[in-house]
């Protein structure tokens, strides 16, 4: 299985910064193991809308999202945000 590598965006970092320590951990926990191995078995699912282009994925993790994009031809996960799921969508 091919491995990714993952980028956070300023606002991404800044994001988990506001989140606390443990949650934050989680969260990071869960990001690389997708990332290592990107099957079926996370919940991450693709997000439907006007950006068909550059599709966008979400991943869950307890009640936080992650928003990004996973461009597979460089094996890279972009973070571009991550919220509470009240105010992720």
Same mark, same amino acid.
């Given at each position: 299985?091919l =491995? ?11 994001? +988990? ?5 443990? &949650?934050?951990h989680?969260?990071?926990?869960a ?14 699912? =693709? ?7 550059r599709?966008?994925?979400? +991943?869950?993790?307890g009640?936080?999202? &992650?928003l990004?994009?996973?461009y ?5 996960v ?6 509470k ?5």
């Open positions: 299985m =491995k990714y590598s993952v980028s956070f965006t300023r606002r991404a970092k800044k994001n +988990l910064m506001d989140i606390p320590a443990e &949650v934050r989680k969260i990071e926990g990001l690389f193991a997708f990332a290592s191995d990107p099957g079926p078995h996370h919940d991450v699912k =693709k997000m439907h809308g006007p950006h068909k282009s599709p966008l994925y979400r +991943l869950r993790v009640e936080y999202r &992650v990004m994009y996973l597979h031809d460089t094996l890279i972009e973070v571009i945000s991550v919220f799921r009240e105010g992720a969508y």
